[in-house]
């Protein structure tokens, strides 16, 4: 029989993140990555992009950057929509988004700066 | 919705919104009888009588925004649509909860599908709710709770990616033993 997880694991990455706990000062400072998660975005498969939006994030280890869930945007059709907010910039709109189209978001806009136009809302929206 | 596990998902959010604290994910499967039981129980606001009743009406939602509301009445019809039940129950102040039962051998049941990906992505997206979800088999069972995990991890938040990964692996193998 293969190993099998425990409790205990968890004892020892608290123990681990004891060392390596940051302050996190600020919060207006993150950029935040907000997932519609109501029916319509659930049906259009926003799970498995929320996923892939934590999944990338934490494989990074960005830090200044929060992935959270929000209601119905109210572009049901759009869906799966993700919101992207950066301190001091305007809010970005994607729309009929996918797991794989995640990590070019990540890499291009998040930890770039540069807003990847062909999956916005202004570009697909017309 | 083309997994019951996102019907799952989408009906947890009603108690998010409902402002629970904690929130119970119950899957019973009975092999020799055909029947799953999924239910989702949560001890938020809960709901007038009135309101119980037309829950299941599309048209009706408490959301200020629009005029429909589907998530209640979809999951009812993937229950009904297999010859199995649709129930809710719920009492202002106390919580609700929701009980279906799944003809699994209907050409119109709908696959589980992936209840892991459920489970980690509420936990980790309300960090300030405890969820306890338990999935029996027969005789076999297996529990994940956040009470628990919260004992054991201290200052340490669930949303912690080791953590996450930790959540990910323990439901497979669970699940593994379940179906062994």
């Not at chain 1, 907000?34 to 926003?46: D, Y």
């Not at chain 1, 950057?65 to 572009?75: E, L």
């Not at chain 2, 009603?14 to 499967?29: D, H, M, Q």
């Not at chain 2, 509420?122 to 005789?139: A, E, G, K, P, V």
Request: proline share 3%; charged share 25%.
């Amino acid at each position: 029989m293969s190993f099998m997880k425990s409790l205990a694991e968890l004892n020892a990455i608290r123990e681990k993140a004891k060392s390596t706990m940051t302050v996190r000062d600020d919060n207006t400072e993150l950029k935040r990555i907000v997932v519609g998660m109501a029916t319509c975005g659930i049906a259009a498969g926003a799970r498995p992009v929320l996923n892939a939006f934590v999944d990338e994030v934490a494989r990074r280890k960005l830090d200044g950057v929060r992935v959270s869930q929000t209601g119905c945007i109210g572009m049901c059709q759009y869906e799966p929509i993700v919101e992207v907010f950066i301190p001091g910039e305007e809010k970005v709109t994607y729309v009929k988004m996918t797991a794989d189209k995640v990590a070019k978001v990540v890499n291009d806009h998040i930890v770039n700066g540069n807003i990847v136009e062909e999956y916005t809302i202004g570009a697909i929206a017309k | 919705m083309r997994e019951l596990s996102l019907n799952i998902l989408d009906i947890a959010q009603n108690s998010i919104s409902a402002g629970a604290s904690l929130i119970e994910i119950k899957l019973v499967e009975e092999r020799a009888a055909g029947d799953l039981l999924i239910g989702i129980y949560d001890n938020g606001k809960g709901m007038s009588q009135e309101q119980v009743e037309s829950i299941t009406d599309p048209f009706f939602t408490t959301r200020t925004t629009r005029k429909v509301g589907m998530g209640i009445p979809l999951f009812k019809m993937a229950a009904e649509q297999t010859g199995g039940s649709f129930e809710i129950k719920s009492k202002p102040g106390e919580g609700t909860g929701v009980t279906t039962h799944f003809k699994t051998g209907s050409i119109d049941f709908t696959p589980l599908g992936d209840i892991r990906s459920t489970v980690v992505t509420l936990i980790t997206m309300n960090t300030d709710r405890d969820f306890r979800f338990s999935h029996r088999i027969d005789d076999k069972e297996f529990c994940l709770d956040t009470r628990e995990l919260r004992e054991a991890l201290g200052d340490v938040p669930l949303d912690n990616p080791e953590v996450v990964v930790w959540m990910n692996e323990y439901f497979k193998e669970q699940t593994e033993l379940l179906l062994q």
